[in-house]
T-cell receptor
Framework: ELKVEQNPLFLSMQEGKNYTIYCNYS?????LYWYRQDPGKSLESLFV?????AVKQEGRLMASLDTKARLSTLHITAAVHDLSATYFC????????????FGTGTRLQVTL | GAVVSQHPSWVICKSGTSVKIECRSL??????MFWYRQFPKQSLMLMAT?????????EQGVEKDKFLINHASLTLSTLTVTSAHPEDSSFYIC????????????????FGDGTRLSIL
C-alpha cells in the first residue's frame, strides 16, 4: 500500500523567510504532483514532476523530485502572506491509470 | 484551461435524506473521474474511480450501496449519498482527467470546487 507523508504538518513562518516542505512516499512512482488548497476551497494544481531530478519553479515556489530517495520537496523563497494555504503532494503508482494518493498536507501560515 | 464544475457547492439536509452531487467537465471529455472525501483539517481520501459506461471502482472500506456513482456520459459523473447520516458530513471533491490523452495521463487532475455536505 502506497503511503505518502509530508513534513511538517503545520508551518508558521514570517514573511521574507525561506523554508522547505518534504514529501516522502513508500513505493516506486513515476509522477508526483503538488497542489494548493485555500480554506473551504478545492485544489489548485501547482507542479507536475515526472522524472528523477525534475525541478519546476513558479514564483516563490520551487518543487523537486528524487525518485531514488522517494522524496519531493517544495521550497518557499521569501514567503509572503498570500502563500498561506495548505499544500498537498500526491503520488501516482507506476502503471496505474491516474489514481493518486495524497499526502497528509502541510498547513502553511505566513505571518507579517 | 480545463474546467470541472461541481454542484451543489453546499448542502444541508436532514438525516435519512439522499443527496446527489454532480461533477461535470465543461470543456473536455472525461473518461475517468474520481471522487474524494475530505474531513476537516485532513487530507483527501479517494473514495472511488468512476469510468464512463462502466461500474465504478470503489476503494477499500467505501460502501458501494451507500455511495452510488453513475458516469453516464463523457462529461458527467454523479455521486449519490443514500440515506445520509451525520457521519457522512464532509467535503466531497471530484476530479477529472482529459480523456483525449492516451494511456494514463501525466497531466494533473482537474478538480471541482467541492461540495460541503452537512447532515443534521
Amino acid at each position: 500500500e502506497l503511503k505518502v507523508e509530508q513534513n511538517p504538518l503545520f508551518l508558521s513562518m514570517q514573511e521574507g523567510k525561506n523554508y522547505t516542505i518534504y514529501c516522502n512516499y513508500s513505493t516506486t512512482s513515476d509522477r508526483l504532483y503538488w497542489y494548493r488548497q485555500d480554506p473551504g476551497k478545492s485544489l489548485e494544481s501547482l507542479f507536475v514532476l515526472l522524472s528523477n531530478g525534475a525541478v519546476k519553479q513558479e514564483g516563490r515556489l520551487m518543487a523537486s523530485l528524487d525518485t531514488k530517495a522517494r522524496l519531493s520537496t517544495l521550497h518557499i523563497t521569501a514567503a509572503v502572506h498570500d502563500l498561506s494555504a495548505t499544500y498537498f503532494c500526491a503520488v501516482g503508482l507506476t502503471g496505474t491509470a491516474s489514481k493518486l494518493t495524497f499526502g497528509t498536507g502541510t498547513r502553511l501560515q505566513v505571518t507579517l | 484551461g480545463a474546467v470541472v464544475s461541481q454542484h451543489p457547492s453546499w448542502v444541508i439536509c436532514k438525516s435519512g435524506t439522499s443527496v446527489k452531487i454532480e461533477c461535470r467537465s465543461l470543456d473536455f471529455q472525461a473518461t475517468t473521474m474520481f471522487w474524494y472525501r475530505q474531513f476537516p483539517k485532513q487530507s483527501l481520501m479517494l473514495m472511488a474511480t468512476s469510468n464512463e459506461g462502466s461500474k465504478a471502482t470503489y476503494e477499500q472500506g467505501v460502501e458501494k450501496d451507500k455511495f452510488l456513482i453513475n458516469h453516464a456520459s463523457l462529461t458527467l459523473s454523479t455521486l449519490t449519498v443514500t440515506s445520509a447520516h451525520p457521519e457522512d458530513s464532509s467535503f466531497y471533491i471530484c476530479s477529472a482527467e482529459d480523456g483525449t490523452l492516451m494511456g494514463y495521463s501525466n497531466q494533473p487532475q482537474h478538480f471541482g470546487d467541492g461540495t460541503r455536505l452537512s447532515i443534521l
